[in-house]
């Protein structure tokens, strides 16, 4: 499947930067499912519009805001000047007396909001809202900003990873999987409107820093995890563990074009700075991460939703659901599958 030919892909929310990247008051480009966009705090809010003026097709992004615009600030182009508003249409044109009247068009507007901490994109009028995660909210918990990093990984291949849970015993047995224990113990999903919910259990060794961030002198320790996927390419997944310890980890793989994904993770968890440093937090995500990494960059990437072409095996339950979820999405909105072009 190709992210980017897939056009209700372009109507769900997406993850692309924290928030802090617009707080110096410049424009900043992304490239969402292979459309140059840029953004910019505006008024009321993030906007997000083409990065492409319409008037000689310079990149906004070079550009700079105009606070002289009324409602301003403006994104104004760095070639003549024109300034446009978070709508996409032109407020100003420094070269004639007044805003050139009668003028139809501008850039391509888009949707952009804040939440969590993150500046989020819809490139259309979004079929899904912005995922909720109820932990977000609750007293106690705390959020720590972990990654927001290019990887060449489709988004389903990072999503079906999250929920593999054969993988921990091999990917992960330098951080916390058990290489003798490779079978891992059924899970349940349930469907929900949005993706669904896996529930399951998953027995872990608790190496180098993992005793220090769960409190526990244990040598090994269970899992109970829910884990949350959203449509099409997102996941919450939360983890109890029996000291009382909650986390919650959210992961997006925004898709920048067909190879590659941003790859936006923050977590939320019930202990505090005292009990577990964000530091050390991040730091043994960014080891478990990187383990995931180099086997994801150098999987092949244009993931068949069709069950013929993979082979699969019982605890890909999964990853099968979402191939099936996605299918039925696009057939839902009369598309086809796009795939790369095949030798016969
Ligand atoms: S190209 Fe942007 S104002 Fe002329
Ligand atoms: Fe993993």
């Given at each position: 499947m190709l992210a980017t030919k897939q056009k209700v892909f372009r109507r769900f929310w997406y993850p692309v930067m924290p928030k802090a990247h617009l707080a110096g008051g410049k424009p900043v480009p992304f490239r969402l499912m292979g459309w140059d966009i840029v953004l910019w705090q505006a008024k009321d809010g993030p906007a997000a519009i083409a990065d492409q003026c319409p008037h000689r097709g310079a990149k906004l992004s070079l550009g700079f805001l105009d606070h002289e615009v009324p409602d301003g600030p403006a994104l104004a182009c760095p070639y003549h000047g024109w300034a446009f508003g978070a709508d996409g249409r032109c407020r100003k044109v420094p070269q004639a007396h007044e805003p050139l009247r009668g003028m139809k068009g501008g850039a391509k507007r888009h949707h952009a909001a804040e939440r969590y901490g993150w500046i989020w994109v819809a490139l259309e009028d979004p079929i899904a809202p912005i995922p909720d995660i109820p932990e977000a909210a609750l007293p106690g918990f705390r959020q720590i900003d972990e990654f927001h990093e290019e990887w060449a990984v489709p988004g389903l291949r990072l999503m079906e990873n999250s929920f593999d849970?054969?993988?921990?015993?091999?990917?992960?047995?330098?951080?916390?999987?058990?290489?003798?224990?490779?079978?891992?113990?059924?899970?349940?999903?349930?469907?929900?409107?949005?993706?669904?919910?896996?529930?399951?259990?998953?027995?872990?060794?608790?190496?180098?820093?993992?005793?220090?961030?769960?409190?526990?002198?244990?040598?090994?320790?269970?899992?109970?995890?829910?884990?949350?996927?959203?449509?099409?390419?997102?996941?919450?997944?939360?983890?109890?563990?029996?000291?009382?310890?909650?986390?919650?980890?959210?992961?997006?793989?925004?898709?920048?074009?067909?190879?590659?994904?941003?790859?936006?993770?923050?977590?939320y968890r019930n202990d505090t700075e005292a009990d577990a440093p964000a530091e050390k937090v991040i730091a043994f995500d960014r080891q478990v991460t990187n383990e995931d990494r180099l086997i994801l960059e150098s999987s092949s990437w244009d993931v068949p939703l069709s069950m013929s072409e993979e082979l699969h095996m019982p605890s890909d339950k999964p990853g099968i659901e979402m191939r099936r979820r996605l299918a039925a999405l696009l057939a839902e909105h009369g598309e086809e599958e796009a795939r790369l072009p095949r030798e016969e």
């Open positions: 849970m054969a993988h921990l015993s091999y990917v992960h047995a330098e951080s916390f999987g058990i290489l003798a224990e490779p079978r891992p113990a059924p899970v349940e999903i349930e469907h929900k409107p949005w993706g669904f919910v896996m529930r399951g259990e998953a027995p872990v060794t608790n190496k180098g820093v993992s005793k220090e961030l769960l409190k526990t002198d244990a040598e090994r320790t269970l899992r109970v995890i829910e884990g949350r996927w959203f449509l099409p390419f997102m996941r919450a997944s939360r983890i109890d563990y029996p000291t009382g310890l909650t986390h919650v980890l959210v992961t997006a793989a925004t898709p920048i074009d067909d190879r590659r994904s941003m790859i936006c993770q923050w977590v």
